[in-house]
């Protein structure tokens, strides 16, 4: 997937959100992009996903533009798993998870379950199927949409800050089920992260956004520095070696 000179405002003759910003993403790597509020990057998650179109530029999936694609032959290749996903009415684990099959035919054909039912066993909510997804955990509930997104068959995948309104437990079983995506599936992960430990230890590449440029992209253990941090996020901050690579510690 390749970002080609993107602009975007929310009100013409306004200061763009996003400032002809370019990057490729690199296929089958978790990339993860960082920067304070206000930054730009859920407004370029939601450009890539569609929902929003770049009034300079263009996004280039598989040799062609993105808008050239009819809906249903983009949810075949990029998946969307937002901060917030709400429920409108009641629904089972299964019912869920059977409307990621939607852009290749009826949810209501139960011959489809032989691709959901191995994806409920892999996400651990096999015994949770019929269960009300108003009845789960907010850890749970994640998992169920992940697993939606998966029954997609995507190409890519693209997180809005998944880890939002989990505990320290729930952040951390989901964001190493995220990399054991990617891994066993070779499916590119793109991902909104406000914890930057979570960009050091479970991204390949991690991308640092600030006024809707790209500030610096690479190794997120050569570009989350000290220095990075203090002049982009306004931080104080040592990035110090432990047994498992790198932390950033904030200081007082």
């Keep these: 997937m390749k970002i080609n ?30 920067g304070p509020n206000g930054s730009g990057k859920t407004t370029l998650l939601r450009i890539l996903a569609r929902e929003l179109v770049p009034s300079n530029g263009n996004v280039i999936l598989s040799n062609q533009s993105i808008d050239s694609y009819s809906a249903k032959e ?10 917030h996903n709400p429920l409108y009415e ?20 139960s011959a489809d379950d032989k691709t959901i039912l191995p994806i409920l066993e892999y996400f651990e909510l096999a015994s949770l199927q019929n269960r009300s997804m108003l009845s789960l955990s907010g850890g749970q509930q994640q998992r169920v949409w992940l697993a939606m997104a998966l029954a997609q068959q995507p190409e890519y995948l693209l997180l809005d800050e998944p880890t939002t309104y989990l505990d320290l437990h729930f952040q951390d079983s989901l964001m190493k089920l995220i990399k054991q995506l990617n891994s066993d599936f070779k499916i590119s992960i793109v991902m909104i992260l406000h914890d930057l430990n979570q960009a050091l230890h479970f991204s390949q590449q991690a991308v640092i956004m600030n006024h809707g440029k790209i500030v610096d992209s690479g190794d997120p253990a050569v570009v989350l520095t000290a220095e990075t941090l203090k002049h982009v996020f306004q931080i104080n901050a ?9 932390f950033i510690l904030q200081l007082p």
């Design 238 to 246: 040592d990035v110090i070696d432990i047994d498992h690579g790198k």
């Design 90 to 109: 009641d629904i089972s684990v299964i019912d869920l998870v059977r409307f990621g099959q939607t852009p290749y035919g009826s949810i209501f054909n």
């Design 5 to 34: 000179d993107i602009s975007f405002s929310y009100q013409a003759n306004h200061q763009n959100i996003i400032d002809h910003l370019s990057y490729e993403i690199k296929p089958n790597s978790i990339t993860a992009f960082v």
């Design 74 to 83: 983009y949810a075949q290749k990029v998946a969307i798993v937002h901060q």
